[in-house]
């Protein structure tokens, strides 16, 4: 698990201190305890104001992918944490955008309409299914043309689908 925002700690055994967003990163690759050593059941949800998974994907048809052994782990997350923490998923993340099968999963969701709407649709389809508060995106160069094959998300024209 990775702290990704720090506050001031007094003592970091204890709950939160509500001024404070304190948000830790559990990287799906550290299931079961591999990577980082701890398994999902084992995170300390009540020092933290939210807990990110990473990562979930976009499919080939353009709706949020969680593979099974993700979604097993996103359960147990949800299952220890006890609305302790507020739960993201994130989707997407550096390899995601990396030359290969996924390279031009963003850029084709983003392409039209109809793929903004149907990964949002399955995507609030999922969180609402599995009692998580948000969703992250997290499209790395989107305006690189060697990391994002065709297509660009354009601010103005798509943000409103997302909100």
Not at 47 to 70: C, N, Q, R
């Amino acid at each position: 698990m990775y702290m990704m925002v720090s506050a001031k700690l007094t003592n970091p055994t204890t709950k939160v201190n509500s001024d404070f967003k304190r948000i830790a990163c559990y990287a799906g690759w550290s299931s079961g305890g591999g990577g980082c050593g701890l398994a999902p059941s084992g995170i300390p949800f009540n020092l933290y104001t939210h807990v990110i998974y990473a990562f979930a994907g976009v499919g080939a048809d353009g709706s949020l992918d969680v593979p099974p052994s993700d979604d097993a782990t996103i359960k147990t997350m949800v299952s220890a944490n006890n609305g302790q923490a507020k739960l993201m998923l994130s989707v997407g993340g550096w390899a995601f955008s990396d030359p290969g099968p996924t390279q031009g999963r963003f850029a084709a969701m983003v392409s039209s309409t109809t793929g903004i709407n149907r990964f949002c649709s399955s995507a609030v389809n999922y969180l609402t299914s599995r009692g998580l508060n948000c969703l992250d995106i997290d499209w790395e160069y989107p305006v690189a043309d060697d990391r994002s094959a065709t297509g660009k998300f354009n601010y103005d024209t798509n943000q409103t689908s997302f909100d």
